[in-house]
C-alpha cells in the first residue's frame, strides 16, 4: 500500500523556511558548484601543495555576523577566493607532511549525500545505522574478529584510542567504577605502550582520569618495534609494586617512522598478563587490506580493541576514525546509560537496540559510515588495499634513492610508507636548522610538502607517503628539491 502524506494546513504549508524560493536557480548553482569541487580534483596535481596566506586573505575572515545572507551563490564565490586556495594541501600527491590521506571522489560525493540526507546516527531504527553495522562487520571480517563484535565511526583514532582505554579501564574496575568514580582501584591501574606510541595513548590515560603516569612507556628495539622482553620486565616489576597492568596498546605503524610492535608477541603477553590488548593502528592496521602488507600485522586478530582512521590510509575525506571492540557486551557496558528520553522500543522508530550511542560518548553522530561505504563500493578493498601497498613501494623506492645520495642520510628503516632522512650540513650544531629551513622552504613554495620530527634528538626530514595519487616522480622531485635547497642554503652561507 502506497502511503498519500496528507494535505498541510495552508499556514504551515506557506510558512518560511530556508529552502530556496528558486529551486531551479539552486539547481543550477548546485551544479556549479559540484563541477568547481570536480574541476579542482581533477587538477590537484597542477597547482601548488599548499600556499600561506596572506594578511590580506586572513582579514577576509575578520568580517562580523552576516545578519543579512548574501546568497549561495556569493557565499559560493567567496569559498573559492578565500577558502579553497588556501587548504591544508593533503589531496596533493606531493603533500607528505605528518599522516594525511588524500580523500577520494567517491567519498566525497558520498559526503553531499549523507548531508542530505541529515541523519543522525547516535540511534533509532533506519538504513544509515545499517550502513554502519555493516562497514562493522566488514572490518570484524578484515581483522578476524567475531562477527559479534562492535564498531563505531568516531572522529579519528584520538577519539578511538580513548574509548579503548575507557573500556579497558571499565573491564578492569566493574561497573561500580563508572558510578563512583576510579577511586583507590584506579590509582594502580598501570598501562603500557612502546616509546614510539603516539602521544593521544598519554592523553587518553589522562582523560580517563588515571593519569598519564599510568603508562609505562617501554624503550624499542632496533627494529623500531616495542622490546617484548623489556615489557614483560616492566610488568613483572609493577605487579611486585602492588601495581595493576590492565592494558597494553601496541602499536601498527609508528607515527614517526611507521614501526610495527611484534603483536602476536604483545597478544601472549597479554593473555599470560591477563589485560586488555589495544592495538593503536591509526594508519597502519589498514596494511591488513594489502595481501603482501598483512603478515606484518600478525597477532593482530587477537587484540581486544583496535583504532585506525579510515582518513589516512583509507582514503576517505575527513574525519572518518574507526574502533572495533572484540566483545560487543564490554564495549557497550563502559557506555551505555538509561534515560527516559532515549527509551528503546520493540517497534517504531525507537526500536533497533543496540544503539550506537551505547557504544562512546557521542549522542548526536553524522553518517560518517556513508563516505567509507560508498569508497569499499565503488573502487573495491583490494583497489584500497594496491593503493596502500603502492605507497609503501614509494617509500622503499625514496629510501634507497636517499641510501645512493651521499648527501643525504637516512635516519631510520622504512617498514611501510614513511621515510625519514636528511641533508648532511657541513656544520653538524646547524644541520638540524638547515634541515627545518629546507622544509619550510619547501613547503612555502609549493612545491612539496613533508613535515619534520625528531629522532634521538635529532631533526629529521619526514616524508609520509599516505595519498593514492603520489607516484614515483613525486618522491623524485622531493629528493631533487631537497639536495638543491640544502647546497643552496649551504653555499650562499645563509645556514653552514
Ligand atoms: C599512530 C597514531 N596514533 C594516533 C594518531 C592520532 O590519530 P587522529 O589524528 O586521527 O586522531 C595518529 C595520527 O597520525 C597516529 O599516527
Request: glycine letters at 10%; hydrophobic letters at 50%.
Amino acid at each position: 500500500m502506497k502511503l498519500q502524506p496528507a494535505p498541510l494546513p495552508a499556514a504551515i504549508a506557506s510558512s518560511a523556511d530556508l529552502d530556496p524560493e528558486d529551486w531551479a536557480s539552486a539547481r543550477v548553482q548546485a551544479h556549479r558548484m559540484l563541477d568547481d569541487m570536480l574541476d579542482h580534483m581533477q587538477g590537484v596535481r597542477e597547482g601548488p601543495v599548499w600556499r600561506p596566506m596572506s594578511d590580506a586573505a586572513r582579514a577576509a575572515f575578520a568580517g562580523p555576523m552576516p545578519w543579512a545572507g548574501e546568497g549561495l551563490e556569493a557565499a559560493h564565490a567567496d569559498f573559492m577566493d578565500q577558502v579553497l586556495p588556501y587548504a591544508v594541501g593533503n589531496t596533493h600527491p606531493r603533500f607528505m607532511g605528518w599522516v594525511h590521506g588524500g580523500g577520494n571522489l567517491a567519498g566525497m560525493l558520498a559526503e553531499m549525500l549523507a548531508a542530505g540526507l541529515n541523519a543522525n546516527l547516535g540511534g533509532r531504527d533506519h538504513a544509515p545505522i545499517e550502513v554502519e553495522r555493516q562497514v562493522s562487520r566488514w572490518m570484524a571480517e578484515l581483522f578476524g574478529f567475531p562477527q559479534g563484535a562492535s564498531g563505531l565511526f568516531v572522529t579519528g583514532t584520538s577519539m578511538a584510542n580513548l574509548i579503548a582505554v575507557l573500556a579497558a579501564r571499565a573491564a578492569a574496575l566493574g561497573p561500580d567504577a563508572r558510578i563512583e568514580g576510579v577511586g583507590e582501584a584506579g590509582t594502580g591501574l598501570t598501562a603500557y605502550a612502546s616509546a614510539a606510541a603516539h602521544g593521544c595513548i598519554a592523553k587518553a590515560l589522562d582523560i580517563a582520569g588515571l593519569g598519564s603516569a599510568a603508562l609505562r612507556l617501554i624503550p624499542a628495539a632496533p627494529d623500531g618495534g616495542l622490546d617484548c622482553a623489556a615489557l614483560a620486565e616492566a610488568v613483572a616489576a609493577d605487579r611486585a609494586a602492588g601495581l595493576d597492568p590492565f592494558l597494553i596498546v601496541g602499536t601498527a605503524g609508528s607515527v614517526d617512522t611507521g614501526a610495527v610492535d611484534d603483536l602476536a608477541a604483545l597478544a601472549d603477553i597479554a593473555a599470560r598478563e591477563r589485560v586488555w590488548l589495544h592495538v593503536d593502528g591509526a594508519f597502519g592496521a589498514l596494511a591488513m587490506l594489502a595481501p603482501e602488507l598483512k603478515p606484518l600485522l600478525s597477532g593482530i586478530e587477537r587484540a581486544d580493541s583496535i583504532a585506525f582512521d579510515f582518513h589516512k590510509w583509507g582514503q576517505a575525506p575527513y574525519d572518518a576514525g574507526f574502533i572495533l571492540m572484540r566483545d560487543a557486551e564490554r564495549h557497550r557496558a563502559a557506555f551505555a546509560v538509561a534515560a527516559p528520553y532515549l527509551e528503546r522500543r520493540p517497534r517504531g522508530l525507537a526500536a533497533g537496540e543496540p544503539w550506537p550511542c551505547d557504544f562512546g560518548p557521542d549522542l548526536s553522530r553524522g553518517f560518517r559510515a556513508l563516505k567509507v561505504w560508498f569508497a569499499f563500493k565503488t573502487y573495491g578493498a583490494a583497489a584500497i588495499g594496491e593503493a596502500i601497498a603502492r605507497t609503501c613501494r614509494l617509500a622503499r623506492d625514496l629510501g634507497a634513492r636517499v641510501d645512493a645520495e651521499p648527501a643525504l642520510e637516512r635516519m631510520a628503516p622504512v617498514p611501510l610508507n614513511i621515510v625519514c632522512f636528511r641533508f648532511r650540513g657541513q656544520n653538524p650544531s646547524a644541520t638540524d636548522k638547515l634541515n627545518a629551513e629546507i622544509v619550510v622552504r619547501l613547503q612555502e613554495s609549493g612545491l612539496a610538502a613533508p613535515s619534520t620530527t625528531i629522532l634521538e634528538g635529532r631533526l629529521a626530514i619526514r616524508a609520509a607517503i599516505v595519498n593514492h595519487r603520489t607516484r614515483s616522480d613525486d618522491v623524485h622531485f622531493l629528493v631533487d628539491e631537497v639536495l638543491r635547497l640544502g647546497r643552496d642554503l649551504t653555499a650562499s652561507g645563509e645556514i653552514a
